[in-house]
T-cell receptor, first 114, second 111 residues
Framework: EAGVAQSPRYKIIEKRQSVAFWCNPI?????LYWYQQILGQGPKLLIQ????????DSQLPKDRFSAERLKGVDSTLKIQPAKLEDSAVYLC????????????FGPGTRLTVL | QKEVEQNSGPLSVPEGAIASLNCTYS??????FFWYRQYSGKSPELIMF????GDKEDGRFTAQLNKASQYVSLLIRDSQPSDSATYLC???????????FGKGTHLIIQP
């Protein structure tokens, strides 16, 4: 079974530029999550999708971050414009349905904002 | 706002000994608890989850939950150098399935 795929793996941009990350979850997984992990901290949930609907985006900085999951499969997370404090690893995870289902994480995208 | 607290360490344990990792949580209503392992430069992977008071064992790992005291712990028996990693404690955010993670405890197993 293929795991969660993410691209790109690394991205370096200047502040105020825009950037987009892509995630393809495990086939058949209805729930998709985007987490932000700053160095030395645990992952922080940004947004959760159930199929193609948003379940929780309360911690997403909506003035600069946006995310979509078209057709309930893959997803994109965008930052526009980026700030220095957005430097982090962006992790995508998926699970079958409920919280007690294991969340499988992708390899992450390491973003550096200069 | 649910919070999860962990000692960031590093926690240094000799090979073959028992490593004990602790986590406290703020929301008394939390029902389930997760332990993830994260190797340096890698993504987190689930090693245990527990939702009942008491102990849950899986191989060398034992999760212990005490809801009255609001703490959950992870014991690793016969620690191996390959157990050296950051261990993240997490609880569901409530109302949805996303997780609130602690900062993690950096565990070092000394050969």
């Amino acid at each position: 079974e293929a795991g969660v795929a993410q691209s790109p793996r690394y991205k370096i941009i200047e502040k105020r530029q825009s950037v987009a990350f892509w995630c393809n979850p495990i086939s058949g997984h209805a729930t998709l999550y985007w987490y932000q992990q700053i160095l030395g901290q645990g992952p922080k949930l940004l947004i959760q999708f159930q199929n193609n609907g948003v379940v929780d985006d309360s911690q997403l900085p909506k003035d600069r971050f946006s995310a979509e999951r078209l057709k309930g499969v893959d997803s994109t997370l965008k930052i526009q414009p980026a700030k220095l404090e957005d430097s982090a690893v962006y992790l995508c995870a998926s699970s079958l349905r409920r919280v007690t289902d294991t969340q499988y994480f992708g390899p992450g995208t390491r973003l550096t904002v200069l | 706002q649910k919070e999860v607290e962990q000692n960031s360490g590093p926690l240094s344990v000799p090979e073959g000994a028992i490593a004990s990792l602790n986590c406290t949580y703020s929301d008394r209503g939390s029902q389930s608890f997760f332990w993830y392992r994260q190797y340096s430069g890698k993504s987190p992977e689930l090693i245990m989850f527990i939702y009942s008071n008491g102990d849950k064992e899986d191989g060398r790992f034992t999760a212990q939950l005490n809801k009255a005291s609001q703490y959950v712990s992870l014991l690793i028996r016969d620690s191996q150098p390959s157990d050296s990693a950051t261990y993240l404690c997490a609880v569901p955010r409530g109302g949805a399935d996303g997780l609130t993670f602690g900062k993690g405890t950096h565990l070092i197993i000394q050969p």
